[in-house]
């Protein structure tokens, strides 16, 4: 018995960052990124990219679109320069096939790296006053 080919779509999940004034709350941002996806690319265009917010924090995010649909995605997402008139930047940190990955080679390498940062700062810091004394 031969096995059929998954029906379900491909999907890929694509890390970001946003920068902004102020904090951006996650149904703001993605009434934002659906709003964009259909000014770009209409209904169907839409339909077809089949874009969901999955993960938000405030800083970092991924988001759900169809495989080959990455760039349109990425489009929608550089297009997005205010929401709720409040200046914001969303910077797209890497695309994957898995949410796991995504995670694990963008956001968490990132968030690792800037521990790293506030760490050596300390240190910096603490040798700092040390010598000052």
Known sequence: MSSLPTLREKKRYIAFEVTSEKTITRSELSREIMDS?????GDTGGSEINAGLLSYDGRYGIIRCAKEKTMETRAALACITKIRGIRVSILVLGISGTIKGAMEKFIQKLLNKESRKREESRE???MNSILAE
């Not at 996806?37 to 690319?41: E, K, P, Q, R, V």
């Open 37 to 41: 996806i259909c000014s770009l690319f």
């Open 124 to 126: 910096l810091t603490n």
